[in-house]
């Protein structure tokens, strides 16, 4: 199973304008080189950010940066996720996004190892804020079915809310 780490991320923020350039108090990085960093160490396959095809300052910024991303929809950011999933021909995506610094990438391969299990989508709960990630499958990322506007804003709502996948949210202790 390819497996790959696909971070969300754009510069538009209605709440902290910017949050993903701002510096960490560690070194000083842009919050995006962090996230970006610190998810290679999970050494699972490709990290790439996945940002809206019109974020012409995130490009810029990954592009000064020598950071691989993906451009895509704007307004769906499912189907930017089903695009490079496709285009990286990956099995299963590993979901963070930017905005999160305390990621925590020993939670990455245990998640992959639940995933291939059978299941469609894992996730551990009972973690501090911000430190999980989220596993599914790319067949059931690019299920069709549920499609309200709900479901193109968020990856993979879709999948959680449909009694088809086999999905498992399990306390990590």
């Excluded at 990322?141 to 804003?153: Q, V």
Aim: glycine share 8%; with cysteine.
């Amino acid at each position: 199973m390819k497996a790959g780490i696909l971070i969300q991320a754009r510069s538009a923020s209605t709440r902290l304008p910017g949050k993903i350039y701002m510096p960490i108090p560690e070194g000083g990085r842009p919050l995006l080189q962090h996230v970006f960093e610190r998810m290679k160490k999970a050494d699972t396959g490709p990290v790439i950010f996945v940002i809206p095809e019109d974020d012409d300052e995130l490009r810029k910024f990954l592009e000064a940066a020598a950071v691989p991303y993906f451009a895509g929809s704007h307004e769906d950011v499912r189907m930017r996720y089903r695009d490079a999933a496709r285009a990286l021909g990956l099995d299963a995506i590993v979901r963070a996004t930017a905005d999160n610094p305390c990621l925590d990438t020993d939670f990455v391969r245990p998640s992959l190892a639940k995933l291939a299990q059978g299941l469609d989508l894992f996730s551990f709960t009972g973690l501090p804020l911000g430190m999980g990630v989220e596993v599914f499958t790319r067949n059931a990322l690019e299920s069709s079915g549920l499609d309200g506007p709900e479901y193109r804003e968020h990856v993979s709502l879709h999948i959680k809310h449909d009694d088809r996948f086999r999905v498992k949210h399990e306390s990590f202790k």
